[in-house]
């Protein structure tokens, strides 16, 4: 199999690693906290992440996914608050992704993000030989096999419908590292709960909108808001928290075809 990387995770995470700065000795990427400037070198940190990867048992070759080179991004357009918090890159950021495209095989697609895709090789008709490999856990919204560094290190495998659940359960959770917030107050628990006996896309996105209903505020906002805001909301958070899978992008054209119920 062949493994299929978030490049602007690895080159995001090796140049902040060398940066140093006085006020910030580590650097949080939500789910992985990074020591900041313990290696001098950041183009030694990205070769030795790579390498390390191409010795995993099975793995015969090694594609990188990166985001569009003008830093153009569709969610962009659904949600402007999306990543608008993350800042500004680190100083070695452009060097590590020039390294990644000068001395291995990269895709890379106009409107989106490494991690769409990933989504849109690992669901495609030769997805079968793909294994994605990533420390974000949004990868296990996606059907396929797939391995989130710096948590278990393990090969998992999800169906359609655990994937699914998974993207339902951002929907609700939302991600706070990307920008968009989910239903207010529900966190992984009252996902859970409101997943339970449910084993149909259908089924968990009616259990969304429920969910979205109830934790607005009523008497502040009145049915109005209930009915056609919380909606609305649910269905935007959805759309961000969907990583694209195959059919839902135009390569000609580069036009996606946002998620509707």
């Given at each position: 199999?062949?493994?299929?990387?978030?490049?602007?995770?690895?080159?995001?995470?090796?140049?902040?690693?060398?940066?140093?700065?006085?006020?910030?000795?580590?650097?949080?990427?939500?789910e992985?906290v990074?020591?900041?400037?313990?290696?001098?070198?950041?183009?030694?940190?990205?070769?030795?992440?790579?390498?390390?990867?191409?010795?995993?048992?099975?793995?015969?070759?090694?594609?990188?996914?990166?985001?569009?080179?003008?830093?153009?991004?569709?969610?962009?357009?659904?949600?402007?608050?999306?990543?608008?918090?993350?800042?500004?890159?680190?100083?070695?950021?452009?060097?590590?992704?020039?390294?990644?495209?000068?001395?291995?095989?990269c895709?890379?697609f106009?409107?989106?993000?490494?991690d769409?895709?990933?989504?849109?090789l690992?669901?495609g008709?030769?997805?079968?030989?793909?294994?994605g490999?990533?420390?974000?856990?949004?990868?296990?919204?996606?059907?396929g096999?797939?391995?989130?560094?710096?948590?278990?290190?393990?090969?998992?495998?999800?169906?359609?419908?655990?994937?699914?659940?998974?993207?339902?359960?951002?929907?609700?959770?939302?991600?706070?590292?990307?920008?968009?917030?989910?239903?207010?107050?529900?966190?992984?628990?009252?996902?859970?709960?409101a997943?339970?006996?449910?084993?149909?896309l259908?089924?968990?996105?009616?259990?969304?909108?429920?969910?979205y209903?109830?934790?607005?505020?009523?008497?502040?906002?009145?049915k109005?808001f209930v009915?056609?805001?919380?909606?609305?909301?649910?269905?935007?958070?959805?759309?961000?928290?969907?990583?694209?899978?195959?059919?839902?992008?135009?390569?000609?054209?580069?036009?996606?075809?946002?998620?509707?119920?």
């Amino acid at each position: 199999m062949k493994a299929v990387i978030d490049g602007d995770v690895f080159a995001y995470q090796a140049a902040c690693v060398a940066e140093k700065d006085p006020k910030k000795q580590v650097i949080d990427f939500g789910e992985v906290v990074v020591p900041r400037g313990d290696r001098a070198d950041p183009r030694l940190v990205l070769l030795n992440s790579l390498s390390w990867i191409k010795r995993l048992p099975k793995i015969s070759g090694l594609i990188i996914a990166l985001s569009s080179e003008d830093g153009s991004n569709f969610r962009k357009e659904i949600h402007p608050g999306y990543k608008r918090e993350r800042g500004e890159k680190p100083e070695a950021f452009q060097d590590m992704i020039d390294i990644m495209l000068r001395d291995y095989k990269c895709y890379r697609f106009p409107r989106l993000e490494g991690d769409d895709v990933m989504g849109l090789l690992m669901t495609g008709t030769q997805g079968h030989n793909y294994v994605g490999i990533t420390s974000d856990k949004d990868i296990y919204t996606l059907p396929g096999t797939a391995m989130r560094l710096n948590h278990d290190r393990t090969f998992r495998k999800s169906s359609v419908l655990q994937a699914d659940k998974f993207w339902m359960t951002q929907t609700i959770t939302g991600d706070t590292v990307d920008g968009y917030k989910g239903a207010p107050g529900a966190g992984p628990a009252r996902a859970a709960k409101a997943f339970e006996g449910i084993n149909s896309l259908r089924g968990m996105w009616d259990a969304v909108l429920h969910v979205y209903a109830d934790q607005f505020d009523h008497k502040r906002w009145g049915k109005e808001f209930v009915t056609k805001r919380a909606y609305d909301e649910a269905l935007m958070n959805a759309r961000c928290a969907r990583i694209l899978r195959h059919g839902d992008y135009d390569h000609k054209t580069g036009e996606v075809k946002l998620w509707t119920p």
